[in-house]
């Protein structure tokens, strides 16, 4: 049976990495306009037709600075874009969320709390979004707060993949390091891909976004440490944390991070402080005035449009890592070979370029 023709849309929260994701895939971003009426309320138009169409929505759930618009704007930009293709007839709708907001609030840690991951996901089902692809979720037991399929993506092959070909770093020399007792899991996973040990910064939380370092655990003395995190929001426990580890003796600290929030004035904070390099990825834009020596931004868009097509295909998507891990076993990948890189798809449907 004929599958139903692939159609890309944007909110406005990340549209370049939306237009990458279409040129990877050989299409176009569809053609819609997404602003606000006078009184500041989201306005939403799809200006083609999307009936019987397979159509994905990319939008990250995080601020748009350039357009002075909040976390919040960008989730109804996201709710309202599904509604318009839903009452227009789309076969099916999958909302591609690359940073997935609100992920931090997962579960109750006291009394008289929302549990506002969950209430998103309830949103999404109903404005008739019927499949979630995102990039490493903050907690993955948000996965089931779905009773739809989420395909919950990895950028770590990504991140270990510039690590070792471009940075050469790799093996003894090296230890990875999870910056809270929260992300050993995750820590251990990195550290496999790079052939290493693990260490761990042990810290408090004394209120919301304040962390204090209590002790690290681990060997530290003349190695490079990989710091390994989902996202990187304040900085300040990165900060802390990389102070730490030199004073351990580590001979330098790489942050690595799928998602680079830099919230208020992180950006800075990191450049000022003794890391030697911030890496994330394109889930979240990233000022260009940031970027530099210091923080080097990575893209997510041909995993996203190797598991778009496959979704499209009817395909297995958990087969995307396969040849990487299976590279990384052997210890042959190298930079020369593009990572989750496919062909232009044939005949593309032609469905315009972005308002």
């Known amino acids: 049976m004929a599958t139903a023709k692939p159609v890309l849309f944007s909110g406005n929260s990340n549209r370049g990495l939306a237009k990458e994701i279409a040129q990877k895939m050989g299409l176009h971003v569809g053609k819609s306009l997404v602003t606000t009426f006078a009184n ?8 083609e037709n999307v009936r019987g169409a397979d159509a994905f929505v990319v939008q990250s759930i995080c601020k748009q600075p350039d357009l002075g618009r909040s976390v919040n704007d960008s989730l109804m930009e996201m709710l309202l874009m599904s509604d318009a293709l839903r009452r227009a007839s789309a076969s099916r709708i ?11 609030q997962d579960k109750k840690t006291k009394g ?3 549990i506002s991951a969950k209430l998103v996901a309830n949103l999404l089902t109903t404005v008739g979004v019927q ?13 089931g707060f779905f009773d739809d399929p989420v395909d919950n993506l990895t950028a770590s092959y990504i991140l270990a993949n510039y690590l070792i070909n471009t940075k050469k770093l790799r093996g003894a020399g090296t230890v990875v390091v999870s910056p809270d007792a929260g992300g050993v899991a995750r820590a251990e996973a990195f ?12 810290k408090r939380r004394p209120k919301p976004d304040v962390n204090e370092v209590s002790e690290v655990v ?3 003395e003349g190695k490079v440490a990989i710091i390994i995190d989902d996202m990187i929001s304040t900085g300040g426990t990165l900060v802390k944390a990389a102070e730490a580890l030199i004073a351990r003796g580590a001979t330098s600290v790489i942050t690595c991070a799928t998602h680079g929030i830099f919230a208020d004035k992180a950006a800075q904070k990191l450049i000022d402080s003794p890391i030697d390099e911030i890496i994330v990825t394109n889930t979240i834009p990233v000022p260009a005035e940031i970027c530099g020596d210091k923080i080097k931004v990575l893209s997510v868009a041909p995993m996203i449009a190797d598991a778009i097509r496959r979704i499209g295909a009817n395909r297995s998507v958990s087969e995307l890592y396969s040849e990487q891990e299976e590279a990384l076993e052997r210890n042959q ?18 469905v315009g370029l972005a308002h």
Not at 40 to 47: F, G, L, Q, T
Not at 131 to 143: G, N, Y
Not at 191 to 202: G, H
């Open 40 to 47: 500041e309320e989201s306005r939403v138009e799809i200006h």
């Open 94 to 104: 999958t909302a591609v969320i690359p940073y997935y907001g609100y992920a931090k």
């Open 112 to 114: 008289r709390e929302p």
């Open 131 to 143: 499949r979630i692809v995102t990039v490493d979720l903050h907690a993955a037991q948000i996965q």
């Open 191 to 202: 550290a496999r891909k790079l052939q290493t040990s693990v260490a761990i910064v042990f």
């Open 218 to 220: 681990g060997e530290m």
């Open 333 to 350: 990948m190298d930079s020369e070979t593009p990572l989750f890189d496919l062909p232009p798809m044939a005949e593309p449907e032609p």
